[in-house]
């Protein structure tokens, strides 16, 4: 059998910290993998596998105990409705400001393993100079990048989107690892209340399954992630019948598409009831659809599941992942927040440093929260008596 051309080896790092780093020397990977297809012998299928060991590395690094991934890769218009609800503008500086308080908590590590970071932000430096990434590292939590490049129209679909982003996306990817990145998120989102159309469901899937194939070339360990949303009348069952759908079409694709599934993480919706919908789930529902889910359509080889929120409460979203923690799970089941984690945070900040450090000690609080459910060990204590009081009018209990 040939080898394989050098040209098609690929410079990989260690999963080491002093090393994420860009500028830091580079290990020389083992060959990559050349398979050849018995029934077409002239035909080569070319895998790069050198990044294969450490993009596991870097996914069960992510999905290790009791930690989970801090969200705060909003769009630059997206960070601006976030300012805009304390009063601030929507500039460079605020955002900076605003970046390098969520980063710099004391202790964030020991609770979070990944930080989902915007482009802005990867390349940011934190308003006393020292580099985004380089906070992160020292903290032990792995930086990771939003790669996708927005939601736009579905032509020949019933008003649904499809994500755009792949072109480009493997310089962009490359470039990315170079700077420190060593995870990846691409976001899209099947609609109930529009079907969903078969066509939206197979671009989802195949868009999500090329991304993660090209990610992981790149040395990215790939979240997959498409979205179901929460908006709609519709009730727990069909969220749980779409959800299936969704699921069995985004792992044929990537199986169709030689990803590895030792090296990716999920980040799937939790199945609950539509947000308009006049039937409420208890946390204990919410985990019992939601792991029947994930035994039919997920397999153990995937390291980490790790829920977004969607719109939940931050003491909601904290109760049903707790729920889902009570029993022994074949992955690692944990979060990847954005507002269930910020939300408090941010209002307590309201852009005045002298909030500084309680707008940090309430985004800590929240990541232990999840920590502690994430171990199935969350009780609610020292919630405040708002949040307690949210819960009992949603009809939940601890």
Known sequence: MASASPSLLKSSLVLDKSEWVKGQSLRQPSASVVRCSPTNPSALTIRAGSYADELVKTAKTVASPGRG?????????????????IGLEN??????AYRTLLVTVPGLGQYISGAILFEETLYQSTIDGRKIVDVLIEQNIVPGIKVDKGLVPLAGSNDESWCQGLDGLASRSAAYYQQGARFAKWRTVVSIPNGPSALAVKEAAWGLARYAAISQDNGLVPIVEPEILLDGEHNIDRTFEVAQKVWAEVFF??????????????????????????EKASPQTVADYTLKL??????????????????????????????????PNPWHVSFSYARALQNTALKTWGGRPENVKASQDALLFRAKSNSLAQLGKYTGEGESEEAKKELFVKGYSY
Do not use: W
């Open 69 to 85: 991934i801090l969200a705060m890769d909003e769009s630059n218009a997206t960070c601006g409705k976030r300012l805009a609800s």
């Open 91 to 96: 500039t460079e500086a605020n955002r900076q």
């Open 253 to 278: 694709y990537l199986a169709e598409n030689n990803v590895l599934f030792e090296g990716i993480l999920l980040k799937p919706s939790m199945v609950t009831p539509g947000a308009e919908s006049k």
């Open 294 to 327: 994930l035994h039919r359509r997920i397999p153990p080889a995937v390291p980490g599941i790790m829920f977004l929120s969607g719109g939940q409460s931050e003491v909601e979203a904290t109760l049903n992942l707790n729920a889902m923690n009570q029993s």
